[in-house]
């Protein structure tokens, strides 16, 4: 056995230590708190080193996020600072992914839908089909046995509701809305299947913590492996030991849970050490009923019963913010309070630059302007990269990138990747075309196309499988024989599909490439791909496609057809990692030339050294709401040295716009404090100073204002003195971290 020894020193502050080298303990909850740049993200996986070095096995941990993005920037950071090697042994994912993956062992979609970070809703809504556990017979005599008072037996009567109406449900009664989810998928008041809706990914998870909570059941009685009748009956339910040997489980983000995916949380940690960090006033996710506060309470609550440890852990350092960057956030909250009460010796020192637009071409010209200004005066120490724009909607991203490319400008921009956070990905499903070319009796691979069109709906989907299975032929013999569903799908569809069969050489990549992109645009396929980077990846795709398909046409083998030969030993991460990982992309372009682009959404959890906030100017509801506030604290506190915050000429921010004396007013006397993490946590007050609403924020003039010109060029030295900081300069003691590796 061979073993190997990684030295990493972590650089922390005193209060991040303490987090990182709290052992682990059963149900116990490490509860970290604070606001945005104070090394959450970081302290986690500093946590991780720590405990690896301290014998805790990488398979005993594992890390969770909400969305994709939140996850890949996580498994940076934890690479950066383990090395690839070490810091892929541990399991990082999204709640949604890993929930899939307990639901998928034993389904024969499983390879369809094996990456942990894919769903794809439409075959996620065949496989929902026949796991239903709620309502499995075997199920209700598990809970009879072991947990007689779980049983719910309101379940018969409810009444028949829309979709529509069970999200509102979701909002308003969640307990009303689980019972909803525990029906099967074939129940006659409720669709769980459609498209676009989330319910589908709550039923997902829900099952998952039904299988948890029978596991816990089973590990909690004793005596069970003498009961021949329950082992039988709980045969089907028994998941990995893997998840059952886990003893850390690490939540980041955990202001976004909402309470479903609380219960998955609880349910896997059960017995075992959990740890979370979050900042209850970045929660963006409201429209998906993410409940931060209700959450946190519900959780203390919980770890407050005997047998139960809590243990909070507050971070007070920002590493990111300047102090007025910092005061302009807590304002745009209306924070009454905040965590953070140290800042980074090496700011700018510059206000934030708050201009006023009327419309967008104005707003884009100056953005364009400043930028460039900035770069032209750096002496070559300021480039692209330094640089983000941010908006609330993708649509004006689009806008300022057409109007670059009009203006031939000297940058080009990447846009962060606009994918929704726990859905469909598509990309996967270009092995579903390939398998149809391959072979088109294979039937997950043909449904998942199919449900592209836009008549076969998931219901559709789990008809013609039915239909098939009964008949026992083929999906591809069924659209033949059935003049119904041949309607449905349409006769012209179904004899271009013929003709590209008859067609392919699959002996010839180019033959296999050219017969894929005429099956693609048959299905629409681009139609799914709906952002521009994800269009990107899938040429890069087909490129190594015909690559990869080269390179086995040279090898010799009489058994197998090209395309059969790639199908059975492509590699997994062949597909998933492009459409997740921006690097992919910064391999073919040299990243410094890009400025990001992104939603506000998608820049949670980022950090660059100037950003532009664009206003809202194109969106015509300018009311306040708790949402906004929390959208525009995320967008601010992205910026560690300059921050431009646009603002529309029909929009005014209670506690931070000064110039028109009727807000002041408005927000001088309305000091209405939004609810605080206090409310559920009082004892954690000590810990706070006051925010007060009235000391408004300073504002500075744009850097290509004239007299500012000299200006620009100490803000280039200082961000890149900064940029190349020695990180010992914050460290207060270092650990030394030795992993035997094995
Ligand atoms: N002890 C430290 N010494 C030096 N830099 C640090 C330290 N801790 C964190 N940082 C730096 O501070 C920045 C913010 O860290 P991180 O992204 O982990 O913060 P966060 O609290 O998760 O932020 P957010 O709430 O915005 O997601 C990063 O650049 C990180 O490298």
Redesign the pocket.
């Known amino acids: 056995m061979s073993e190997r020894y990684v030295t990493v020193d972590l650089?922390?502050?005193e209060q991040?230590k303490k987090v990182i080298v709290e052992p682990p303990g059963k149900n116990t909850l490490i509860n970290v708190l604070?606001?945005?740049?104070?090394?959450?993200?970081?302290?986690l996986c500093d946590r991780i080193a720590y405990l690896m070095s301290n014998g805790v096995k990488p398979s005993e941990i594992a890390v969770f996020s909400l969305t994709n993005q939140a996850v890949l920037d996580f498994k940076k950071?934890l690479s950066k600072l383990l090395g690839n090697e070490l810091s892929e042994l541990v399991s990082v994912s999204t709640i949604h992914g890993y929930a899939n993956s307990i639901l998928l062992q034993n389904s024969k979609y499983w390879d369809v839908l094996k990456d942990k970070n894919t769903l794809n809703s439409s075959i996620l809504s065949s496989i929902i089909e026949g796991m239903s556990l709620s309502r499995k017979e075997n199920y209700i005599k598990i809970m009879e046995k072991l947990s007689p008072n779980s049983i719910n037996n309101n379940v018969k009567y409810l009444p028949k509701i829309s979709e529509r109406e069970l999200k509102l449900l979701k909002g308003s009664d969640i307990q009303k809305y689980k019972q909803y989810l525990s029906l099967s998928p074939h129940n006659p008041v409720i669709n769980f299947t459609s498209k676009n809706s989330n319910i589908i990914f709550d039923k997902l998870v829900y099952e998952a913590t039904l299988i948890l909570n029978v596991n816990n059941l089973i590990l909690s009685n004793n005596g069970i492996e003498n009961n021949d009748e329950l082992i039988n009956l709980t045969d089907e339910f028994r998941i990995p030991t893997d998840i059952l040997n886990l003893k850390e489980i690490i939540i980041?983000?955990f202001q976004d849970l909402s309470v479903i995916l609380l219960d998955f949380v609880l349910e896997l940690s059960k017995n075992k050490q959990l740890t979370i960090?979050g900042?209850m006033d970045?929660s963006l996710y409201g429209f998906n009923n993410a409940t931060p506060y209700e959450n946190m309470e519900r959780l203390v609550n919980h770890y407050k019963q005997p047998n139960h440890n809590l243990k909070h852990f507050v971070?007070n350092k920002t590493?990111?913010l300047s102090e007025d960057i910092h005061k302009f956030s807590l304002n745009v909250l209306g924070a009454s309070d905040t965590f953070i009460t140290n800042f980074p010796n090496e700011t700018t020192d510059i206000p934030i630059i708050r201009k006023e637009f009327t419309n967008l071409v104005d707003e884009f010209s100056f953005v364009y302007n400043e930028i460039n200004h900035l770069i032209e005066n750096s002496n070559g120490l300021l480039t692209p990269k330094n640089f983000a724009v941010l908006a609330p909607v993708n649509q004006v991203l689009d806008n300022f990138q057409t109007y670059l490319q009009n203006k031939s400008s000297k940058f080009r921009c990447k846009k962060l990747s606009g994918l929704q956070p726990w859905q469909d990905t598509k990309l996967s499903s270009v092995v579903s075309f390939l398998k149809i070319l391959d072979n088109p009796h294979h039937d997950p691979s043909l449904l998942v196309v199919l449900s592209f069109l836009n008549k076969i709906g998931p219901r559709t989907v789990l008809s013609l499988k039915e239909e098939a299975e009964n008949d026992k032929i083929s999906i591809y013999e069924l659209i033949h024989k059935n003049e119904k569903i041949k309607k449905k799908i349409g006769n012209e569809t179904i004899e271009k599909l013929d003709k590209i069969l008859t067609n392919i050489d699959k002996s010839d990549p180019t033959s296999i490439i050219y017969n894929l992109s005429c099956l693609s645009d048959l299905f629409y396929f681009s139609k799914q791909l709906k952002t521009e980077s994800l269009f990107d990846n899938y040429k890069i795709f087909l490129k190594e496609l015909f690559n990869n398909l080269e390179v086995i046409s040279k090898i010799d083998n009489e058994e197998y057809n090209i395309l059969s030969y790639f199908l059975s030993h492509y590699q997994d991460d062949f597909l998933n990692v492009k459409e997740l990982d921006d690097t992919e992309i910064n391999k073919f372009e040299h990243y410094n030339e890009f400025i990001s682009l992104s939603t506000i959404h998608n820049a949670?959890?980022l950090?660059w050294d100037i950003v532009f906030v664009l206003s809202s100017l194109c969106l015509m509801n300018n009311e306040y709401s708790i949402q906004k506030s929390r959208v525009n604290y995320v967008a601010a506190?992205?910026a560690k040295h300059i921050l431009y915050f646009n603002k529309s000429k029909f929009d005014q921010m209670l506690h931070v716009d000064t110039s028109n004396s009727s807000i002041y007013h408005k927000s001088f006397v309305k000091i209405e404090y939004e609810p605080s993490l206090l409310d559920c946590l009082p004892e954690l007050k000590n810990l706070t100073k006051p925010n007060k609403l009235t000391n408004l924020p300073k504002f500075a003039n744009p850097l290509s204002d004239p007299k500012r010109y000299k200006f620009s060029q100490l803000v280039a030295n200082k961000i890149y003195a900064n940029s190349n900081r020695n990180?010992c300069t914050?460290?207060t003691r270092g650990i030394h971290l030795l992993r035997k590796f094995r």
Request: charged residues 30%.
């Open positions: 650089h922390c502050t991040q604070s606001g945005p740049g104070t090394g959450k993200t970081k302290t950071s980041d983000e960090s900042d970045q971070l590493f990111r949670k959890g950090e506190t992205r990180y914050f460290l």
